[in-house]
């Protein structure tokens, strides 16, 4: 990921040791963010900011701030304030920012009260910038929603032109589209010894599929990680791997993890492009673990077990406020670093190849949220939840799953806000750093 470039900016009006107090803090906090950030030369207030800049830095705030509203109010890049000794904004520069977004209207004015969240505004600021500049998705695909479980698959947003439209306007990021039944071809044509070199020199990894139904999964990996190389900036890949399972002898489960493990690359399960969009969006500015599974909410009832194959939920006294996360048969797909147990088994589910294989992984129990970018692309909602513990059902489509516990007594709540059955889990106390990540894309934050 590129850098944000920062424009610092000064006043005029600043004496000879408020020179040195600010050259002193600029010092700070290119220590302290010279991973996430490139700092250009300092300007004055008023002064034209540069083409290349992506966001506006006052490192130093003094009282001229209230003279200058109309230079301030025309800038339209991201302002952040970092004023204080420790990296973050200054409490006596509140009612400052209070003045810039309340009597300038100014919507843009951060004001990090962490080094954690200056990180993750100006991760979100490059992330931002990277999607326009030519970012893009690559999807493989042939007829999605004419194949299995056509009944579900043809529901489904991301399919349509009108999501693809919306994500690429509003996102700028381009969405490609290549053959599944294609790619699947080439990765049968792929040599052997070619392959098995390959998983010689990745071996390590805990699994108990068969080795033909592991080769057949690094073949596929070879062919999608060949493709991507073609492309330029892909943020991310997927596929319509359940759907359009009778092109392919394999899952593309062990590409994923190896595309984001050596590549670099994010992932989407089932081709969906919002759930990769909203993948593309967190990870780059939070860089937590993250994975993709089913929601079942306890609510539901047999509306959601049914497609499981299970029976019943957990008697819970507070089951309102659970659901329970599954995908494939077992927690969902997640790379291996994101996780405390990870292991490549064979498959589960029935609408897959024989040979094909499935990742059994569990990520830590806790604090986790669940996030998922709606629709309309412009909002994001938020759910507050933990992981308790995992369940498994010998015999059901779900052998490993979450038991996920919602905060604030929302599970009613949540039936009114989920904008799909897919949600991104994200690990750790983070709503508030989303907050600040939808301010940056301009997007609303629902927190439930």
């Known amino acids: 990921m590129m850098k944000t470039i920062l424009q610092p900016l000064y006043f005029k009006e600043i004496n000879e040791r408020e020179q040195g107090e600010l ?24 002064e034209k900011i540069p083409e290349e ?100 698959f043809k529901r489904f947003f991301w399919w349509e032109k009108e999501c693809i439209q919306r994500i690429e306007e509003s996102f700028g990021v381009r969405v490609i589209f290549k053959s599944w039944k294609e790619i699947n071809e080439k990765a049968r044509l792929t040599d052997d010894g070619a392959a098995r070199k390959l998983l010689k020199e990745r071996s390590g990894f805990p699994c108990t599929a068969g080795e033909e139904a592991v080769l057949r999964a690094v073949k596929l990996y070879m062919a999608i990680r060949d493709s991507i190389a073609c492309e330029e900036n892909v943020l991310g890949a997927g596929s319509n791997c359940l759907n359009e399972s009778f092109h392919s002898d394999t899952t593309p ?23 990769l969009l909203s993948e593309t969006v967190l990870y780059g500015a939070l860089r937590e673990p993250l994975m993709m599974t089913n929601l079942y909410p306890f609510l539901m ?50 609408i897959v190849g024989d040979e094909a294989v499935a990742v059994d992984c569990r990520m830590a129990c806790g604090p986790v949220v669940l996030a998922k970018i709606h629709a309309d692309m412009k909002k994001i909602t938020v759910i507050e939840a933990q992981i ?10 779900c052998r490993n799953g979450a038991l996920i516990h919602y905060k604030n007594n929302s599970g009613h709540r949540v039936m009114e806000s989920l904008s799909s059955h897919h949600a991104i889990v994200i690990r750790g106390d983070v709503a508030p750093l989303i907050g600040q990540i939808g301010r940056v894309y301009g997007m609303e934050v629902e927190i439930l």
């Open 53 to 152: 800049a992506q966001a506006v830095l006052f490192a130093q705030m003094i009282g001229a701030v209230f003279g200058y509203g109309e230079q301030i109010a025309a800038i339209k890049l991201p302002v952040i304030l970092m004023t204080s000794e420790f990296g973050t904004v200054e409490m006596w520069d509140w009612e400052i920012a209070a003045y810039l977004r309340e009597n300038l209207y100014m919507d843009n004015v951060f004001t990090p009260y962490s080094i954690r969240m200056a990180k993750v505004i100006l991760r979100a600021v490059s992330a931002k910038q990277d999607m326009r500049r030519g970012g893009s998705f690559l999807i493989f695909q042939d007829s999605p929603g004419e194949g299995m479980q056509a009944e579900i």
């Open 253 to 275: 489960c062990l590409a994923w993890n190896w595309l984001f493990e050596y590549d670099h690359i994010l992932w989407a399960c089932e081709g969906d492009l919002v759930s």
């Open 301 to 350: 009832g047999m509306a959601a077990l049914k497609h499981e194959k299970i029976d019943s939920f957990p008697q819970l006294p507070d089951s309102d406020n659970y659901a329970l996360g599954v995908h494939c048969g077992y927690f969902g797909f997640a790379p291996q670093s994101f996780c405390t147990e990870w292991t490549l088994r064979p498959k589960v589910l029935e």
């Open 23 to 46: 050259a002193e803090q600029l010092d700070r906090l290119k220590t302290l963010y010279g991973d996430e950030a490139e700092f250009l030369e300092p300007a004055a207030v008023g």
């Open 388 to 397: 308790e513990e995992y369940v498994g059902y010998p015999g059901s489509d």
